[in-house]
């Protein structure tokens, strides 16, 4: 055994998040793409079945009531709230994350004044962002310009309205200071809309304590909802009352069975619904949330920095040094859940990774992603996955 295996067996004898992995579905390989479909939580399936079979097969229509169907958006983000640093009656869970983006920016820019005609929008972006950002100034009538995170407090102007931002780069997992950002943001007069789809489930967010304005996130990556579970929305509760949404369904109507010919909206984060809600995915999501009941996001945290540390350790122990480049930040405080590693052959690497059970994701065009999630990669798979790899590579 070399000492790294030994390491790894230390590390997991000593990790109090350890025994979590029990609770998932999860068979031998290496599973390093959480940050793309979390792994399936094992009391998740019964859960489902007893939704389909007995609060729709048998409660049917009384289940809107009875079995909490429509009260299950503010419910779940009451939930979700913790994870994110947030007050209970701030979230709504609904539709999918590109939706809560033109949503939230739209949203934000209607908060804005009228001279104010620009909006930020990262350039580093997961790509639904930028697009969705694209459209909503068009509809607004304001210019966008892409900045990178960091060109953003020079960027910032008395012109600017709204700044769109991923907490956490998708491609290149840097996680972006979201407290000095939003602080310059605010500085600026502007509101600031943030991306935790990398962030959430993974590492602290704090979005109550650093005055975040709007936030959007998906709960299928760290969350581990499902595939397509839907997506939540954060609107700060003092600018509820001026949240415009663009998407004003009946479900955001103060009245939603007093089918009004005219839009009155309901107060509270529940103006962020639309329509009739996916009862099914919501449900699941409700469920594997519940894996975070006696989980601290802080502990997560720690491992997954540790995760993320041990697993660079391992490549540069068994690679062959400029073999691959690691294009994640070094610092932790500008580090998220994943390691992503440049070669110009990663496409096909990847492809064999998989092959011999190391699943992680290739992103275009030479991108090797490796998604660490604490609750239930180990320090064993790491190491596994850092040994295969580098017999890929050699
Ligand atoms: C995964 C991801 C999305 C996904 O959006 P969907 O509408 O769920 O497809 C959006 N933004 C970021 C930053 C993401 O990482």
Same mark, same amino acid.
């Given at each position: 055994?070399?000492?790294? /295996? &030994? *390491? %790894?067996?230390?590390?997991?004898?000593?990790?109090?998040?350890?025994?979590? +992995?029990?609770?998932? $579905? !999860?068979?031998?390989?290496?599973?390093?793409?959480?940050?793309?479909?979390?792994?399936?939580?094992?009391?998740?399936?019964?859960?489902?079945?007893?939704?389909?079979?007995?609060?729709?097969?048998?409660?049917?229509?009384?289940?809107?009531?009875?079995?909490?169907?429509?009260?299950?958006?503010?419910?779940?983000?009451?939930?979700?709230?913790?994870?994110?640093?947030?007050?209970?009656?701030?979230?709504?869970?609904s539709?999918?994350?590109?939706?809560?983006?033109?949503?939230?920016?739209?949203?934000?820019?209607?908060?804005?004044?009228?001279?104010?005609?620009?909006?930020?929008?990262?350039?580093?972006?997961?790509?639904?962002?930028?697009?969705?950002?694209?459209?909503?100034?068009?509809?607004?009538?304001? /210019? &966008? *310009? %892409?900045?990178?995170?960091?060109?953003?407090?020079?960027?910032?102007?008395? +012109?600017?309205?709204? $700044? !769109?931002?991923?907490?956490?780069?998708?491609?290149?997992?840097r996680?972006?200071?979201?407290?000095?950002?939003?602080?310059?943001?605010?500085?600026?007069?502007?509101?600031?809309?943030?991306?935790?789809?990398?962030?959430?489930?993974?590492?602290?967010?704090?979005?109550?304590?650093?005055?975040?304005?709007?936030?959007?996130?998906?709960?299928?990556?760290?969350?581990?909802?499902?595939?397509?579970?839907?997506?939540?929305?954060?609107?700060?509760?003092?600018?509820?009352?001026?949240?415009?949404?663009p998407?004003?369904?009946?479900?955001?109507?103060?009245?939603?069975?007093?089918?009004?010919?005219?839009?009155?909206?309901?107060?509270?984060?529940?103006?962020?619904?639309?329509?009739?809600?996916?009862?099914?995915?919501?449900? %699941?999501?409700?469920?594997a949330?519940?894996?975070?009941?006696?989980?601290?996001?802080?502990?997560?945290?720690?491992?997954?920095?540790?995760?993320?540390?041990?697993?660079?350790?391992c490549?540069?122990?068994?690679?062959?040094?400029?073999?691959?480049?690691?294009?994640?930040?070094?610092?932790?405080?500008?580090?998220?859940?994943?390691?992503?590693?440049?070669?110009p052959?990663?496409?096909?690497v990847?492809?064999?990774?998989?092959?011999?059970?190391?699943?992680?994701d290739?992103?275009?065009?030479?991108?090797?992603?490796?998604?660490?999630?604490?609750?239930?990669?180990?320090?064993?798979?790491?190491?596994?996955?850092?040994?295969?790899?580098?017999?890929?590579?050699?």
């Open positions: 055994m070399s000492e790294l /295996t &030994l *390491r %790894a067996e230390k590390l997991d004898a000593a990790d109090d998040l350890a025994p979590l +992995r029990n609770r998932f $579905v !999860l068979d031998d390989v290496v599973y390093l793409d959480g940050n793309s479909l979390g792994a399936l939580p094992a009391h998740v399936p019964d859960r489902v079945a007893d939704v389909v079979r007995r609060q729709w097969g048998e409660l049917r229509i009384r289940s809107w009531d009875e079995s909490g169907w429509w009260t299950a958006p503010e419910r779940i983000g009451d939930r979700i709230a913790p994870l994110v640093g947030a007050a209970a009656g701030q979230i709504v869970v539709d999918s994350t590109s939706v809560n983006v033109f949503k939230a920016l739209v949203a934000a820019v209607r908060m804005s004044h009228e001279t104010r005609t620009e909006i930020l929008v990262d350039a580093t972006t997961f790509p639904t962002d930028g697009y969705i950002a694209e459209s909503a100034a068009r509809m607004t009538g304001r /210019t &966008l *310009r %892409a900045v990178t995170p960091a060109e953003v407090p020079a960027a910032l102007s008395d +012109r600017t309205a709204a $700044v !769109l931002l991923n907490h956490v780069d998708y491609r290149t997992g996680l972006h200071d979201l407290p000095s950002l939003t602080a310059s943001i605010h500085e600026a007069g502007a509101l600031s809309v943030w991306d935790l789809c990398h962030s959430a489930g993974a590492l602290e967010v704090g979005l109550d304590r650093h005055g975040v304005d709007l936030a959007v996130g998906c709960t299928y990556k760290y969350l581990n909802g499902g595939p397509g579970s839907p997506a939540y929305l954060y609107v700060r509760r003092d600018l509820q009352p001026r949240f415009d949404s998407l004003p369904g009946w479900n955001s109507h103060t009245d939603p069975f007093g089918m009004s010919p005219s839009y009155t909206p309901a107060p509270g984060a529940l103006r962020g619904r639309v329509g009739t809600p996916d009862i099914l995915s919501m449900l %699941a999501l409700e469920a949330l519940e894996i975070w009941d006696d989980v601290s996001i802080s502990a997560v945290r720690t491992k997954s920095l540790a995760l993320t540390d041990f697993f660079l350790r490549v540069r122990a068994y690679t062959e040094p400029g073999r691959v480049e690691s294009v994640t930040p070094e610092r932790h405080a500008e580090r998220g859940s994943q390691i992503a590693l440049r070669c052959d990663a496409g096909e990847m492809r064999r990774l998989i092959s011999r059970g190391v699943v992680g290739f992103r275009h065009p030479d991108v090797l992603r490796f998604g660490f999630t604490p609750l239930y990669v180990t320090f064993a798979d790491t190491e596994r996955a850092a040994r295969i790899l580098s017999e890929e590579l050699a």
